[in-house]
């Protein structure tokens, strides 16, 4: 069984807007903290943002900052990324993650097998 | 924003060693991180906390700091190991950084 699957990936326009999902197996999701990750064609693996296990902080990257939303539902194990405002520098495979390290550091240990996002007009 | 520095590419004969660098001011003071992309897969970390490696992670894999740069090392290197390789830290400034990636030829 995969771990993580990640699902809503597609083809939207400049400005448009997606959500993506991660669905989680094993009860992992509730006591983790969570990020997305995407792999740019460029760019390579840029990390998106995080989700703290309780849904409540969150941290995003600059370049998604105000446009992208991390939020998350444990009692159906998912993780959402909603994309707004979307632009073509936003194409990527989209990756979930889970993390681990505490307080000391974070890494990522368990990583979906991705969604592919395109943006063109 | 903050940067970790990593060389494009690296090539290897198969049965030698491949020193992969990633540097940055950050590395001092923060845990680094390796991960291994193969094409059309999903990112493996196959290195955490500078030099400690995941269960199922060969000893041919191993990290190491010194000063403001980090190294994964890789050993008796197969045609298995081409890939992306990925440094990464976290800081509770700058938060999530990766390095740029190294694409890794076994010749």
């Known amino acids: 069984e995969v771990p993580l699957v990640e699902s809503g990936g597609g083809l939207a326009r400049p400005g448009g807007s997606l959500r993506l999902s991660c669905i989680a197996s094993g009860g992992i999701l509730s006591s983790a903290w969570m990020s997305w990750v995407r792999r740019t064609p460029g760019k390579g693996l840029e990390w998106v943002g995080r989700s703290q296990s309780d849904g409540v902080t969150t941290h995003y990257a600059a370049p998604v900052k105000g446009r992208f939303i991390i939020s998350r539902d444990n009692s159906k194990n998912t993780l959402y990324l909603e994309m707004t405002s979307l632009k073509i520098e936003d194409t990527a495979v989209y990756y979930c993650?889970?993390?681990?390290?505490?307080?000391?550091?974070?890494?990522?240990?368990?990583w979906g097998l991705g969604t592919m996002v395109t943006v063109s007009s | 924003s903050y940067v970790l520095t990593q060389a494009p590419s690296v090539s290897v004969a198969p049965g030698q060693t491949a020193r992969l660098s990633c540097g940055g001011d950050l590395i001092g003071p923060n845990s680094v991180h390796w991960y291994q992309q193969r094409p059309g897969q999903a990112p493996v970390l196959i290195v955490y906390?500078?030099?400690d490696r995941p269960s199922g992670i060969p000893e041919r894999f191993s990290g190491s700091i010194s000063g403001n740069s980090a190294t994964l090392t890789i050993t008796r290197v197969e045609a298995g190991d081409e890939a992306d390789y990925y440094c990464?830290?976290?800081?509770?400034?700058?938060?999530?950084?990766f390095g740029g990636g190294t694409k890794l030829t076994v010749l």
């Open positions: 993650a889970t993390e681990i390290g505490g307080a000391r550091y974070v890494a990522f240990d368990i």
């Open positions: 990464q830290v976290w800081d509770s400034s700058t938060d999530v950084v």
């Open positions: 906390d500078d030099n």
